[in-house]
């Protein structure tokens, strides 16, 4: 039956891709509750945005009043909670807006939440024990690796490093205390890094891509040995949706792409693939390789995630589909067919319109 899915960081590259699995390849309504910030992009979403299963509401997940009002007008039986800060750089920078949104905003969207669940029980009991709040979370939260075999499990001890991890670590905490304490129907999953099309340029993957389009310096921190386990995009959505609808409640599941890659790999493996797939190669243009520069390292920069993905491959029978050479083949191609997408985030004309309904 079709079911309303609330998206929260919808337009966000993750909350995207979730929203275009579920107006694509199922019947399910998608109402999208996004802030637009500089990160939030509705370009992400016209494909689909015409879908009349479709509704963008403009609005802070701080916002308790606005929130409780999302509840009662779109009756959710599905919270999937997506919108937070989500870069590293920017929380080593400036660490308030995190604690805002990504712990602040968490317990205002649960009590909102409760709230709506609570009067459901009274009002629609059998929608009430349907109902599913799923918390997007990260594998950040458990701090770093050191052994090479070790991987993160569900129980793994939380050892955050970064104000990021941290703010994500305490939205965690207070998904579980919510589950534990109302008995509200709460998920949590904890994900790898994400890559595939419609990444904001400052991550990793796409500025290393459009850098070395540009002919420009690739910035690789300290000796490029950080090891991250890449999960393309498409694969984190079609695992969330399985989560969301199948998945035990209180449970935490992992998910992760089975490629541990140093970021040396990853910058190398981009380099390859630009220098085959581009249009306007020339043959006497040094390879884009020779682009790479080592800077810096990350204060605190943790040196190696690595995520066991068999709980959730062995209750609800999800296994990734992309290897990463498929999944990073796919990215590079991507951003090389879609130059107006990336280029209105440079030029930052994607925040120029404002569409939806603000609340
Ligand atoms: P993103 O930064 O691309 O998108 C975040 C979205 O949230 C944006 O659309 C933004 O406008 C919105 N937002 C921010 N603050 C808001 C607020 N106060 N109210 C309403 N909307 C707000 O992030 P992403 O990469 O899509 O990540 C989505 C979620 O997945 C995050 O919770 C992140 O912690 C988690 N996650 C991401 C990765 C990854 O590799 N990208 C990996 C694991 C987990």
Redesign the pocket.
Known sequence: MAKVFLI??G?????SAVARELLVNTDHHVVN?????Y??NLESLVDVADSPRYTFIQ????DAPAMQRVFAEHRPDVVMH??????VDRSIDGPAEFIQ?NVV?TSVLLEAARGYWKALQESDPEKAAGFRFHH????EVYGDLEGTDDLFTETTSYAPSSPYSAS?AGSDHLVRAWHRTFGLPTLITN????YGPYH?PEKLIPLMILNALAGKPLPVYGDGQQIRDWLYVEDHARALIKVATGGQVGETYNIGGHNEKTNLEVVETICALVDELRPDVHGDQPPASSLITFVADRPGHDLRYAIDAGKIERDLGWVPEETFETGLRKTVEWYLNNRDWWQRVMDGSYQGERLGVGV
Request: include cysteine.
């Open positions: 929260t960081g337009a966000g590259f993750i909350g509750v996004d802030k637009l910030t990160a939030g609005a802070d997940i701080c997506l919108a937070a800060e989500s870069h949104t905003g997007i979370s990260t594998d994500k994900c790898s890094n994400n904001f």
